[in-house]
DNA sequence: TTATAGTTTCAAAACTTTTTGAAAGTAAAA
DNA sequence: TTTTACTTTCAAAAAGTTTTGAAACTATAA
């Protein structure tokens, strides 16, 4: 195997993992491909390797850049803009778990927080509603917690947390 | 707001969830239907609650027993399949991460283990990419790890790694 | 000012996923 | 055996998402 088919392949299945979690396969795709890559790539080198258009390269190179993965760059004396991706795995992840936790943990609490109010009554269906939130209230908190301390810390933490919770 | 009301919404809001997590809003709704369902439910009650048609809600119960989600209960003198969910939550998420690492990181790990095998050569290009690739493997191999305790271990374990890493 | 080089937008087309509902299948009851 | 009560399947329809490409826009250069 060349680099190509390695680099390829590696984009592809960036892809497919983006999908299964909510990240359309072009935008995942640009961010492996601006990931491997040495320097910062324009539209059109984007456009020509991963053989999308360009209102397609640029959308999602826009909402890249709006989750913070993805930057842009001027070189001197050049019109065309740059692009580059952070590499930092450590940083991708938090800057991912930051967004995530903005789009899918806060509302889902907001909405916990809210029925919790509710008048339930006292049957049956009322006391296991009232046990089952509370429990993934419980938890989803916990979570929320772990993310917030998470990204305030930098990889070694995070590295030797894991290590001692696996050996 | 009452029983009915804060159902409704807690409902809406973890197929909403689930949209974002790859797992289809019917798929999410049942589950979240009989999370707070004190007795279990059959196929008819389900289509009803959720206004979805049979074949719909036939597909989605059996994708999530094959989660491990839901399970099928017959009672006695009753030709109906009652079914009901997995409440609790710590078991719900074991089961979740244990479906989802084996559909997503096992391969993206086979992935990465093909291309450390690529001949890449000596080009800045070449660099980048092991360089990049080791960093994503070592990455994702220490939350394999990771998962693979969490899934052998109780909650209360759990509960307290979380805590203390918080504290 | 006008031409040029680039970026952004968005309606329509292509594609993907989900949902429906009716027909086929299954097994207990009559 | 036939009927009845249910479950399963799956092709077609609907809904949702992504992609395209051309037109509109923006800003620099001539």
């Known amino acids: 195997m060349d680099l190509q088919e390695a680099k390829y392949k ?7 993992l983006g999908s299964s979690w909510g990240i359309n396969r072009a935008m995942a795709q640009i961010h492996a491909l601006l ?16 053989k999308i258009s360009r209102g397609n390269a640029n959308m999602n190179m826009r909402a890249l850049i709006d989750w913070g993965l993805v930057f842009k760059e001027y070189k001197p004396g050049e019109r065309k803009e740059y692009f580059y991706a952070e590499k ?6 938090k800057q991912i778990a930051k967004e995530r936790r903005k789009r899918e943990i806060v509302p889902i609490r907001d909405v916990l927080a809210e029925v919790s109010e509710a008048e339930l009554g ?12 509370k429990d993934i209230d419980a938890i989803i908190s916990k ?10 810390s ?4 995070f590295l030797k947390v894991l290590s001692k919770l696996i050996k």
Do not use: C
């Open 143 to 152: 979570f929320d917690g772990f993310i917030d301390i998470a990204a305030k």
């Open 10 to 16: 590696f984009i592809q299945e960036w892809g497919v």
């Open 35 to 50: 990931m491997l890559a040495p320097e910062s790539k324009t539209t059109d080198e984007v456009m020509e390797e991963l």
């Open 154 to 157: 930098d990889q070694n933490w």
């Open 122 to 133: 006292n049957t049956a269906e009322g006391k296991e509603f009232k046990k089952v939130t």
């Open 88 to 93: 930092d795995l450590w940083n991708v992840m």
